[in-house]
């Protein structure tokens, strides 16, 4: 076992992972927190339960310490129950006011699966006019699959259907367990039919840069829509860009505009801009003073002494000299006649 660990940290030390890398590692040990579950099969239903992670999670995974977004909206609609909608549609708009599709691109599980299997060294597919058509089809599956099944037919749609987290999370983990095994007989043609769309996510994903987020996450889509009003996000400076299209190259999701709806806000734009273009917006509100720009991929962290300028010590003006007389006739005795 010390042997295993220590390989783990080794591979840490050398390849330095970068500071989003360990926020989507932190996120997604926080997300599945139910260690336990994963060895007992027992899905947690306790009090945290009834919040919402920002990123696509599983429900039914053992190890899930809290809600999906989009699997409690589901259940919200076709179980009709108005405050419940009212509280999941509220904290996702919340989301997408305060980040955006930032949670894309550092709180989302599913996104850093996605980016592990890319960096399997094969030929990339990159952007072309079928991939641009085919982006949309995850707003179609938001309406039908995430609003109009669960709403009119009491079924939802994404969740039994498509979603991978489901499949991984809370079916394929859940074959190692004897106690769980035998439910997944019970499913039949509807878990053959995710299991194979899983294998097509993963194998899809090592050619396409995240392909499951591109073309079928419904919560990316939704999150797209605040892309241009949430707090925190890439922005252009257009005084400042000399248009060397370094930003669209280094850009994975192949967009073509700066805080595009497409866009994940990983950053990588920023780290490439030579003239300073791009920068973070809402890091005011994180950091004092006039640097504005969020720490990028590979930069170290400053100290805070080092972000503090030194007080330079008041001049001191120099003493006037004082001015001594020398020239003060004495004082003459008076002299009076006798």
């Not at 599983?58 to 108005?82: D, K, R, V």
């Not at 980040?99 to 960096?119: D, V």
């Amino acid at each position: 076992m010390k042997k295993f660990f220590g390989k783990i940290k080794r591979w840490f030390v050398n390849h330095k992972p970068s500071k989003r890398r360990i926020i989507q590692l932190y996120a997604a040990l926080l997300y599945n927190a139910n260690i336990k579950g994963f060895f007992n099969g027992q899905i947690y239903k306790g009090p945290v339960k009834n919040v919402c992670v920002p990123g696509l999670n599983c429900y039914s995974c053992p190890g899930a310490a809290a809600s999906c977004p989009l699997g409690a909206l589901q259940n919200a609609l076709y179980a009709s129950n108005t405050s419940m909608l009212a509280y999941i549609f509220g904290t996702i708009v919340l989301f997408g006011l305060l980040l955006g599709r930032t949670i894309c691109g550092f709180l989302c599980p599913i996104g850093l699966g996605q980016e592990l299997l890319y960096k399997i060294k094969t030929p990339k597919l990159r952007k072309s006019r079928a991939t641009y058509v085919l982006s949309y089809l995850k707003y179609i599956i938001l309406i039908v699959l995430v609003v109009v099944l669960p709403l009119m037919y009491a079924v939802p749609g994404f969740c039994e259907y498509i979603c991978p987290a489901g499949t991984l999370e809370g079916g394929v983990i859940s074959l190692f367990n004897e106690e769980t095994r035998g439910r997944l007989g019970m499913l039949g043609p509807l878990f053959t039919w995710k299991f194979t769309l899983l294998v097509l996510f993963i194998v899809a994903g090592i050619f396409v840069f995240r392909f499951f987020c591109r073309f079928f996450c419904p919560l990316g889509a939704f999150y797209g829509f605040f892309c241009r009003i949430a707090l925190l996000g890439v922005k252009l400076d257009k005084n400042k860009c000399t248009d060397c299209g370094l930003c669209i190259s280094a850009c994975k999701m192949d967009i073509k505009k700066v805080g595009d709806h497409e866009c994940i806000h990983c950053g990588a734009c920023i780290s490439v801009c030579p003239a300073k273009a791009i920068s973070w917006k809402g890091s005011k509100l994180f950091v004092r003073g006039n640097e504005t720009q969020a720490p990028t991929a590979g930069e170290e962290l400053k100290p805070l002494t080092a972000m503090l300028k030194p007080v330079q010590p008041a001049k001191e003006e120099p003493a006037l000299p004082v001015e001594v007389k020398t020239d003060v006739a004495a004082p003459q005795e008076e002299v009076r006649d006798e």
